[in-house]
Nanobody
Framework: QVQLVESGGGLVQPGGSLRLSCAAS????????MGWYRQAPGKEREWVAT???????MYADSVKGRFTISRDNAKNTVYLQMNSLKPEDTAVYFC?????????WGQGTQVTVSS
């Protein structure tokens, strides 16, 4: 089964940027759906963005225009570029991959937006 490892989280000031990476243990070329969720303290996990292997991308309204999801098939990696970060973006960010209707998850990376 595929293993997913996130990286790139950290502490950033409001208005700043971070790029999260999700490295897969196998080729992502044929993985139709990959993306990101996040979970803030005391809240349910929230969908953030999704990318398909046909080039489509989708975003939650809360991040549209600020976040960009992309894939690098040569590196088996999915990225989440986050710009204009707000304190409400603070959460643990999880990468996922959907393979044959089963979801695989990474361990998460913490993003904290604070001055």
């Amino acid at each position: 089964q595929v293993q997913l490892v996130e990286s790139g989280g950290g502490l950033v000031q409001p208005g700043g940027s971070l790029r999260l990476s999700c490295a897969a243990s196998e080729s992502i070329f044929n993985i139709h759906l990959m993306g990101w969720y996040r979970q803030a303290p005391g809240k349910e996990r929230e969908w953030v963005a999704t990318s398909t292997n046909t080039g489509s991308t989708m975003y939650a309204d809360s991040v549209k225009g600020r976040f960009t999801i992309s894939r690098d098939n040569a590196k088996n990696t999915v990225y989440l570029q986050m710009n204009s970060l707000k304190p409400e973006d603070t959460a643990v960010y999880f990468c996922f991959a959907r393979i044959y209707a089963r979801d695989y998850w990474g361990q998460g990376t913490q993003v904290t937006v604070s001055s």
